[in-house]
């Protein structure tokens, strides 16, 4: 499936990063926001795409080590580590340093951007977001073919 920025206007990224060969990509989703989390993951599986989700930065850390999740989709303010502290120490795990990672947040200003570009996020994403606009971008960083 090919990025198309027409159908995804609320959603950007920066980076050539890209994982191959992966037939059903793994994606967890991180909102400290149950019903938020639990509706992507809903969403998400109805496209062919495994979830897991987490409530809080560090059940992330930890979902990411156990899990080792193709796309991270993660919320940027979150009450125990914000998700651009998740994102860095995500980088900074050999096992995990090439997960996309893609800021998804209601605070979508310039400078909230550019923070998550600065952590190391691949792409962001302005909520509220729909399966239009989010599986598209998974499948953009995530696809089958070599």
């Given at each position: 499936?090919?990025?198309?920025?027409?159908?995804?206007?609320?959603?950007?990224?920066?980076?050539?990063?890209?994982?191959?060969?992966?037939?059903?990509?793994?994606?967890?989703?991180v909102d400290?926001?149950?019903?938020?989390?639990?509706?992507?993951?809903?969403?998400?599986?109805?496209?062919?795409?495994?979830?897991?989700?987490?409530?809080?930065?560090?059940?992330?850390?930890?979902?990411?080590?156990?899990?080792?999740?193709?796309?991270?989709?993660?919320?940027?303010?979150?009450?125990?580590?914000s998700g651009?502290?998740?994102?860095?120490?995500?980088?900074?795990?050999?096992?995990?340093?090439?997960?996309?990672?893609?800021?998804?947040?209601?605070?979508?200003?310039?400078?909230?951007?550019?923070?998550?570009?600065?952590?190391?996020?691949?792409?962001?994403?302005?909520?509220?977001?729909?399966?239009?606009?989010?599986?598209?971008?998974?499948?953009?960083?995530?696809?089958?073919?070599?």
């Open positions: 499936m090919k990025w198309d920025a027409e159908l995804s206007p609320r959603c950007e990224f920066w980076t050539m990063r890209k994982r191959r060969g992966v037939a059903m990509p793994r994606v967890l989703v400290d926001f149950r019903d938020t989390a639990d509706a992507i993951c809903c969403v998400l599986s109805l496209f062919d795409i495994d979830t897991t989700v987490a409530y809080g930065g560090e059940s992330a850390l930890r979902k990411a080590r156990d899990w080792q999740p193709d796309v991270a989709l993660l919320d940027i303010w979150m009450p125990d580590i651009l502290d998740v994102s860095q120490q995500i980088r900074k795990s050999a096992h995990l340093a090439d997960t996309i990672l893609i800021a998804h947040s209601a605070a979508a200003e310039s400078a909230d951007r550019e923070r998550a570009k600065s952590a190391a996020f691949d792409a962001f994403c302005a909520k509220p977001t729909d399966a239009e606009r989010l599986v598209p971008l998974v499948r953009y960083f995530v696809r089958e073919s070599t």
